[in-house]
Every structure is written in C-alpha cells, then in structure tokens.
C-alpha cells in the first residue's frame, strides 16, 4: 500500500507524529498495565476526603485524534467523585478542525469546558487561564497528547490530600510518535535534573533518595520536572507565584517552576503508581525560539551567582533580551525563599558543580591553527569520530565547544549531563571522551602549562593540531612535545 504509506508520511511531515496511524486508532483504547503490582494492592482510605481536581489542557494546533484522546483518557480513567472538570485551553490555533467542530464535539462531553485565548500566549499563559477559572482544590495539568492509564490521578490527589506543599508528576510514559506503542514499564522510574545549559535530564534514583524511600511505590523525590504533567494544589500554587507570566512559548517555565517549588519550600515529587503516557513528537513541531529568554529569566531570579556557570556555557545567552523580572526576585524576597546553594546541596547533590576558574574555560583553542578549536559531538553518527575530539572552526557558542580545565587537571566538557572527560586509550594517539571519575585516573590527566602546551602526564606526549592527511579534518593529537605553535592552546570565553 504505498498510498497508504504516503500518507502517513505526509502526516510525520506535519505534525511530527503519524497522525494518520493515529485517527485509526479507537479514541477510548485501553492501556496495557504499566503500574507496579504493589500499586495494585494499595488502598485509599479517606478516598471521600481527596481533594478534586481541575485538568487543565492547553494545545496549540493540535491534531484532532491525539488531542480527543487525551480528553476521553482522563473522562474515561478518572474517579466521577475526585474529577471536577476538564478545561481545555485554546492557545489560538489556526487549524480548522479546532475551530466549529471542536466546540461541537465537546459539548456532549460532561464536566469538559473550553477556553480560547484572543491571541497566542504561549503555553504558562493559557495554563492560567484555564487555571483561573477552574472550581477544582487541585490543578492538574495535561499535555494535549497524552494518555492516562488506569488508576493515574487517585495516587497524586492522595499525596495532596496529605500534603498540601508537595507538587505530584506521575510517571511518564512513552507513546511512540510513529506507531503508537505505549512504552513504560514497571520498573523504578526516572527522576529530573538539569545540566548547565539549564536543559532538563532524566536521571537514575539516586541511593540516598533510595534509602528515604521506605517502598518502592513511595513518591520519588526529583529535582526538576519535565513540565506538561503535574498536579498542585490551587491554593499552593497561587501561593508560589503560579507562573512567571513573562515566560513565551515553550521552555524553561519547568527549570523555573521546580527551582521554585524545592527553594520556597514545597517539594516535587514523582508517584511511581500515577502513570500517563506521553506522545513524543519526531521532532518539535513549532518554533521555540524563546526557550532561551525563559531560561535566562529562571537563571536570573533564581541561581545567584551560580547564573555565571550556564552563562559560560550559553554565551549568547547575555545577549537575550529577557524582560523585567523584578515582580519575580520580589516574590522570592516575600516567600523568604532559599537561596540556590541549598538547592544544590540539598536536594540535587548529585550535580557536579563546575569550577570554572577564571581562564581556564571556554573554547579551547590551538596557536598554530588559530581558527580551530576542541570539539565533541556526543551523539556524532560518524563512526570514525565516535566518542573523540576533533578540531573545528571556532564558533564562541559555548555548547560543543565547552571545555572546563579543573584543578584536578582533567579537561572535562561539562555542559551536558552525564560530563565526560578527555582521556587517551592504551596505545592510542587520539583523544577520546570518557565519563569523568571522582578522582581521575592517570589517563585523565594533562597538564595545561605556562606556555600554552598540553601535556598528557600517563604517555609524557603533548597534544598537537593536526589536519588528517587527504582531508578536510583536523584533529588533536599525541605527538612527542616540541615548541610548535602547533602545540600552543588557550582557553578563550567567547568570541572577540
Ligand atoms: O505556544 C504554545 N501554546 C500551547 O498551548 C506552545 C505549546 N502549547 C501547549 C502544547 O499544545 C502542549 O499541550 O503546551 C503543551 C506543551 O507543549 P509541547 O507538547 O510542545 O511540549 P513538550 O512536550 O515538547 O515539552 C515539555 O517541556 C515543555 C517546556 O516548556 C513543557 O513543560 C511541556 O509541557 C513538556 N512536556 C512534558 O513534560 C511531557 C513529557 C516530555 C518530557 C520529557
Ligand atoms: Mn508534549
């Protein structure tokens, strides 16, 4: 059936997921049981005291399956006596099917209301504005491509109900964007973190969170939150700030919020019995270029000092309008919030904190070949260069090209989570990316001197810039020290 075929591509093309598999997929479809069998077993007592909740929606031209589904899923999961209404909020979309037909087909649908914004807010706007209307105790808040297994919401309104400061994530898993394959599994699930560029990381439970825990279906403490899917009581939410308002679009409002959540003193937690699933796009389906002003707000109001390690690795990043957040840095003087250190500390101290000693950071750029500079692509395709350094144009975006020279006399690209340092396999004259240790092996070691030359301490060689013979590839290399330019390095923060 290449017809067939055709059109499901041209659907990929679209909305970066095969809607055309998904419209033939029934919109009340059951989930396979992804729960933890000990979630099986657990009683609700006070169930009559829970409180209700309100689940929020916000889409922006969404497909019309995926976005139904998302509402029949929490109609057709959720307790009649917790589930107060669902509000879907209209995010100004342009798509037709949004428009007369939406309306139609929900207004047969009890409890579901819809809102539509008079211009596109972005997705923290149209969250409030299906917040400020909603009757629940508790926000719930969706993503518009979602869909809840059985038994999700019980689990996070019981830990408000206990609760009132702690902000619940269920587990989320994976629908696939191509087949439609519900993915998860029963197993421990995954906490949030971030790395330096203020990127949100899944991460292992940690052992001392482990430890916390008494069973395995107690709420998993996490850093940070992936964002679309939550629940919070309406009253600690609007006693936290709810949003920052200044946010557009798409990104960073998640790093915020939790940052927030954990240092005005709430806590974020994860029910490994809750589980919704999520539909990861193929890749984004509209632009998101105001990720990074959002991201500079939460650094601004909430990191110190500790601002300075993500600029270094955004550098770009001090070149972003980002607005006024004085209403924000005020809010944090009135709720007598922590300051980020603590938040390190104590709940992320997983989390390298980088040294970034003046100098000895930034591009790490050669004498001799003055436009080159180190350069790791952890996820590179080609084989040849899988998992080395190579040598490319100097760009002063930070990111690829970040390199951080520790007084342990490691060279480690530290913008990414997990970190990896430079080292040398036995044998090999090349480097190679390997992940950091806590106190680094001889292999690890170079040593950055006076005059600029890098010099590896296990092999007693420097590395030196080298374009690879019959090619357009330039790499560092081992070579016996001499006192070529080609063995001259300095670090450089951005560019001139
Ligand atoms: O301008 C917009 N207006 C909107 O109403 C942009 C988006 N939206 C809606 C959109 O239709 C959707 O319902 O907002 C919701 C989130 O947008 P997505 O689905 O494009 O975001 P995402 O799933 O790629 O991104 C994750 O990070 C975002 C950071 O801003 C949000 O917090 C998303 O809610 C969040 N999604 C999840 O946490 C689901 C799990 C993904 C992971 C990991
Ligand atoms: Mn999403």
Redesign the pocket.
């Known amino acids: 059936m290449p017809e067939e075929l055709r059109l499901q591509e041209e659907s990929v093309e679209r909305h970066q997921i095969n809607i055309y598999l998904s419209d033939r997929i029934s919109l009340h479809r059951r989930l396979p049981e992804r729960r933890n069998p000990l979630c099986m077993e657990k009683k609700y007592e006070n169930y009559d005291k829970f409180p209700t909740t309100s689940v929020i929606?916000?889409?922006?031209n969404?497909a019309w399956s995926t976005l139904l589904r998302t509402v029949y899923s929490v109609l057709e999961t959720s307790p009649d006596m917790l589930l107060e209404e669902v509000i879907l909020v209209d995010?100004y979309s342009d798509r037709e099917h949004l428009k007369e037909r939406l309306a139609t087909e929900l207004s047969s649908l009890p409890k579901v209301r819809l809102l539509r914004a008079n211009k596109?807010e972005?997705?923290v706007r149209?969250r409030l504005l299906g917040a400020s209307v909603a009757k629940g105790d508790v926000l719930t808040f969706l993503?518009?491509?979602c869909e809840c297994h059985e038994g999700w919401l019980e689990p996070l309104l019981e830990r408000i109900y206990e609760e009132e400061s702690a902000v619940v994530c269920p587990v989320?898993d994976v629908i696939t964007w191509d087949t439609f394959e519900y993915l998860g599994n029963a197993g421990e699930p995954q906490i949030g973190g971030f790395d330096w560029r203020l990127v949100?990381t899944w991460h292992v439970v940690p052992e001392r969170e482990r430890i916390r825990m008494k069973s395995p279906i107690d709420v998993i403490r996490s850093p940070t939150m992936?964002?679309?899917?939550f629940a919070v009581s309406k009253k600690y939410f609007e006693y936290l700030g709810s949003y920052d308002t200044g946010m557009e679009?798409?990104?960073?409002?998640?790093i915020e919020f939790s940052f927030r959540i954990w240092q005005c003193g709430g806590s974020l937690e994860i029910h490994p019995c809750s589980h919704v699933g999520?539909v990861?796009p193929k890749k984004?389906?509209?632009s998101r270029n105001k990720a990074l002003a959002n991201s500079v707000r939460a650094a601004e109001v909430w990191m110190d000092e500790y601002k300075e390690l993500y600029y270094h690795r955004n550098p770009h990043a001090r070149l972003e309008p980002y607005g006024d957040v004085t209403d924000r840095r005020d809010l944090r003087i009135k709720l007598r919030c922590k300051d980020f250190r603590w938040f390190l500390d104590t709940v992320y101290p997983e989390l390298h904190v980088p040294e970034d000693r003046p100098g000895f950071f930034g591009m790490l750029q050669n004498k001799g070949l003055k436009e080159y500079c180190f350069d790791y692509n952890p996820s590179s395709e080609n084989q040849d260069f899988d998992h080395h350094v190579t040598l490319y144009h100097c760009h002063g975006m930070g990111q690829n090209q970040f390199f951080e020279y520790t007084s342990q006399n490691e060279i480690r690209y530290n913008t990414q989570q997990p970190e990896s340092c430079v080292s040398v396999a036995t044998g090999s004259d090349s480097l190679l990316m390997e992940l950091c240790k806590d106190t680094p092996p001889e292999e690890q070691k170079f040593i950055l001197q006076e005059d600029g030359s890098i010099f590896h301490v296990q092999t007693k060689k420097c590395v030196q810039a080298e374009r690879k013979p019959l090619s357009d590839i330039f790499m560092p290399l081992l070579r016996d020290c001499t006192n070529s330019e080609n063995q001259k390095w300095f670090f450089k923060e951005r560019m001139a």
């Open positions: 929606i916000a889409f922006y969404e995010d596109r972005g997705l149209a993503d518009c491509h989320i949100f992936a964002g679309g899917l679009v798409w990104g960073g409002e998640n999520h990861f984004a389906p509209y």
